[in-house]
């Protein structure tokens, strides 16, 4: 049939059918118009890879060759040329993702997206982070001033060349959605102060310090600490395991002194009702790297004599949050001729909108971090009266400072910050704190005044040169090049483990740590009217840091336990992870003696549950009904105790594991305090079961007493019926990634709460792994199995070849949704794969996809 006899049929059809026809053909349009307008605009943010582009401000022309996963390695015959490039390259793949990140620091996020924001900005206006941030920028070396503004340049260079709709799909969609906005040139200061995000992440026990208090209101101390217990030194070994202080130097080679055992402060019922609610108040900055006990990482090296290489590997995969990017932006940054006027030869992982690598490695050694976490937060009590706050026995009056907060859509928010000597006072930005001066009792001998608030120290508020250490690192060459770089990392205080081609492997514990003149160790908020709460005006000196170089064992492990035992006469925290992890680690490498580049990355993938070897003994001596019930005690039988995404025992025991957790403690505790599960409550549990008519295995909203066994039991029932709900009755149904997902979300309009527009950026996967296992893809038991923080990366770094050495970051490179390596990398990272890491000119030539030219104009 030709065209013509085909309209000729098609008018012969009745009315209706022929009218439907047309409808139907609109329609097709339309969507095929859609489809194509949208295509366009998701395309339109890519950047070009190939080519040439005038770069204004460079000295000479810089080459970026990108492989297939887009990764860039750059190279510049000068430092201003280098760190142009690198902001240039950064903005191309993320920066609505660092404009987010400066509005969030800044205090400006309700710019954005309006009064659902507006406590976030209020909370860290209060803090001011910016505002240490913009002093820190006079302390820096020149060195380090000059790469931050030749980065900026770059940055503003692609900024001026480029509209909203060519730099993010994401602008697109808020400016359809009424949002009037025009992008600010990048500065110096909107890098520094994500250090500052950086910093409050992982800034150690203050959740800790406000939950003890709140847990001693309905229970005596002794049961406090059974939820706090000791860090078990003889099970899980701290990082350095050898050596003391001497002299205020700490001495690797030194005989140890005597347990220390530092006086705690009794809990006052004044501040017990001053943090009542505290949790909450903190609770308005949003998790910018994760939360919990999976803001953590591994990390560990090995000498030539246990690597088959005959020189040092070194493996690192930080634990953050999960999003959509990742944290990570992978780049190579080499001078073409390195000189002390062009020094970087480095390459590793980045943060989109900081120059320089974060961790990585260079042309001589090798660097890995893990969170250190030292307390270096105190929540003071504050008795107030008008403005002024009472300290040594007199009035003082406050710093205040008002500041306006701007609304997409709203009202400006006027907001005045108040803060006394030991900082700013919290409690004004949290509807709990602020209502403490009605509760608080009068400190003794002291009457007036109008109320009490919340102050906040912290050392992330004093300004420091951390800027400075992340470039020193990258151009160190040695040992003590590299301790002269980590003197000078403040905050957030890390874990460093270090090798270099020499053969010599090391760790250094840095930063800045505050000195408690009283000897307390910070564990609940103390009174801010009583000068020997203060802090001592000098932190713990850098020298007298735990150290290590070439140590007797041939490696070092770091997964953010206890860094050294008691006998250390410096307070830097109670509150490690209890060490499961670190001791798996150690215990792997001992067992295997010598590894090779395959088995550091397999043991990053490593899912044996220490916990199940504890808990799933007791769990089949329980008695349960026939039938169903006892499915999913069969199949722990026959389970090895690894947590692979399709382990139908892994999904079982974390089902038990969670209700288990619930049954115990949700009956005694608010739901702000409910067990996450982490390695703290592993512990916990541990030593309960030894004790099976504890008072914890107690249901208070029962009449009768129960002990472990009818609790034990209790989780189990409830754990088949949920397993079944949520999956299947055939056991041979259940799998653990089922439960546990990977759910990659955009931090902003992935969380809109509008399917189709998180659909766009959000991405989800299933996964193994679980909490404080060595492939931590932790989740929270009070909230449910979705994977809440994960490796952010793994790296394995070969210090015999560096081309031999290995990475995978957990989302793409690229920022843009629908960009071939948007999440390019992610399948490989969920399938436990890693990518090879081209480092020598032949090897990055080799892996080129792409190769684009920044020209002077």
């Known amino acids: 049939m030709n065209l013509r006899q085909g309209w000729t049929t098609f008018r012969q059809w009745p009315w209706a059918a022929r009218w439907a026809s047309y409808v139907a053909a609109v329609l097709v349009l339309a969507l095929v118009a859609s489809l194509v307008t949208g295509v366009v605009l998701v395309r339109k943010p890519f950047p070009q890879m190939d080519g040439e582009i005038a770069l204004p401000g460079l000295e000479g022309d810089v080459t970026v060759v990108r492989d297939e996963h887009g990764i860039p390695q750059i190279y510049a015959d000068t430092t201003a040329d280098l760190m142009r490039a690198q902001g240039y390259v950064h903005a191309q793949d993320r920066f609505y993702e660092m404009d987010v990140r400066r509005h969030i620091t800044a205090g400006r996020l309700s710019e954005m997206f309006g ?31 000059a790469a931050l503004e030749s980065y900026a340049d770059g940055v503003n260079a692609y900024l001026e060349d480029h509209s909203l709709s060519e730099i993010s799909l994401e602008y ?66 701290p990082i350095v395991g050898q050596g003391a202080l001497v002299g205020g130097r700490y001495e690797p080679e030194a005989t140890r002194p005597g347990s220390r055992n530092p ?67 992978q780049v190579g940054l080499h001078c073409r001729t390195v000189s002390e006027d062009c020094p970087f030869e480095v390459s590793g992982f980045s943060f989109s909108g900081v120059p320089g690598v974060v961790i990585g490695h260079n042309a001589d050694i090798a660097w890995g971090f893990t969170n250190l976490g030292p307390d270096v937060t105190d929540l003071y009590l504050e008795k107030l009266d008008g403005n002024t706050w009472l300290y040594d026995g007199r009035y003082r009056p406050l710093k205040t400072h008002t500041e306006t907060i701007k ?70 060459s040695d040992w003590n090049e590299f301790r002269a770089a980590a003197a000078d990392f403040a905050v957030p205080a890390q874990n460093l483990v270090y090798a270099d081609r020499e053969g010599h492997i090391g760790y250094q514990a840095p930063g800045r740590i505050p000195i408690r003149k009283s000897g307390n160790d910070g564990s609940v908020p103390v009174a801010g009217w009583l000068r020997e709460n203060d802090w001592s005006s000098l932190t713990i000196p850098f020298d007298a840091l ?34 499961y992890r670190s001791q798996r680690i150690r215990d792997v490498i001992e067992a295997e003696g010598e590894l090779s580049i ?7 993938l490593d899912d044996r549950s220490a916990l199940a070897d504890v808990l799933v003994p007791y769990l089949l001596d329980i008695r349960l009904p026939g039938g169903y019930r006892r499915d999913g005690q069969k199949v722990l039988a026959r389970w090895n105790h690894e947590q692979g995404a399709t382990s139908a025992g892994a999904a079982y025991f974390n089902v038990v594991w969670r209700n288990l957790l619930e049954a115990t403690f949700h009956d005694e505790m608010r739901e702000s305090l409910y067990p996450d599960g982490d390695s703290r409550w592993f512990s916990v549990v541990s030593n309960l079961l030894e004790d099976p008519a504890n008072p914890w295995w107690d249901d208070r909203g029962t009449r009768a007493v ?18 079944i709900r949520l999956m299947a009755r055939d056991p041979h149904d259940w799998e653990w990634g089922r439960l546990h997902r990977l759910e990659l979300r955009n931090q902003t309009l992935g969380t809109s709460g509008i399917d189709p527009v ?63 390596n948007y999440t390019d990398q992610t399948e490989l990272y969920v399938e436990g794969r890693t990518l090879p890491w081209a480092f020598s000119p032949d090897a990055v030539d080799e892996a080129e996809e792409h190769t684009l030219t920044l020209t002077p104009p």
Do not use: C
């Open 172 to 237: 697109t969609l808020l400016r359809a959605g009424g949002l009037d906005y025009h992008l600010e040139e990048w500065s110096p200061v909107d890098s520094l102060a994500w250090l500052k995000a950086m910093a409050w992440d992982l800034r150690g026990n203050m959740d800790d310090e406000i939950s003890r208090v709140l847990l001693s209101v309905n229970h005596t101390p002794e049961q406090v600490d059974e939820l706090y217990p000791p860090y078990d030194f003889e099970k899980h070994a």
């Open 407 to 476: 609304v997409h859509d709203g009202e400006d928010f006027e907001l005045t910050v108040r803060e006394t000597d030991h900082g700013p006072l919290l409690s004004d930005v949290s509807k709990e704190l602020s209502t403490v001066g009605a509760n608080a009792e009068a400190p003794k001998g002291q009457e007036g005044g109008n109320g009490y608030a919340v102050a906040l120290r912290w050392t992330a508020l004093d300004p420091a040169p951390t800027a400075d250490a992340i470039l020193e690192l990258n151009r160190a």
């Open 115 to 145: 009064e659902t924001t507006l406590e976030t900005d209020k909370a860290i206006r209060t803090m001011g982070w910016r505002r240490v941030a913009e002093r820190e920028l006079a302390m820096l070396q020149p060195d380090t001033r």
């Open 598 to 604: 395959d088995d550091m990355t397999a043991l990053q």
């Open 546 to 579: 735990p150290t290590l170089y070439d140590p007797k064992d041939g490696f070092v492990v770091t997964a953010n336990q206890a860094v050294v035992d008691d006998s250390y006469p410096m307070y830097l925290t109670d509150d490690w992870d209890r060490g």
């Open 263 to 329: 006086a705690r402060p009794a809990y006052t019922a004044a501040q017990v009702r001053a943090v009542a609610s505290a949790q909450r108040g903190m609770d308005a900055v949003p998790a910018l790297l994760g939360k919990g006990e999976g803001i953590g990482s591994n990390s560990w090296v090995v000498d030539g004599e246990h690597s088959s290489t005959g020189k040092p590997l070194l493996a690192n995969d930080p634990h953050l949050g999960t999003s959509i990017p990742g944290i990570w932006y």
């Open 758 to 820: 998180e659909a766009l950026f959000n991405r989800d996967y299933r996964v193994g792994g679980g909490s404080s296992l060595v492939n931590a893809t932790s989740w929270d038991a009070a909230e449910g199995y979705e994977v809440t923080s994960a490796p952010s990366m793994r790296m394995v770094v070969s210090l015999a070849d560096f081309d031999d050495s290995r990475w995978i970051n957990l989302t793409g490179n690229s920022g843009h949704a629908f960009h071939p």
């Open 706 to 723: 129960e002990d472990r066994d009818e609790i034990l039991r209790k989780a189990m029932l409830q754990a088949s019926d949920e397993i």
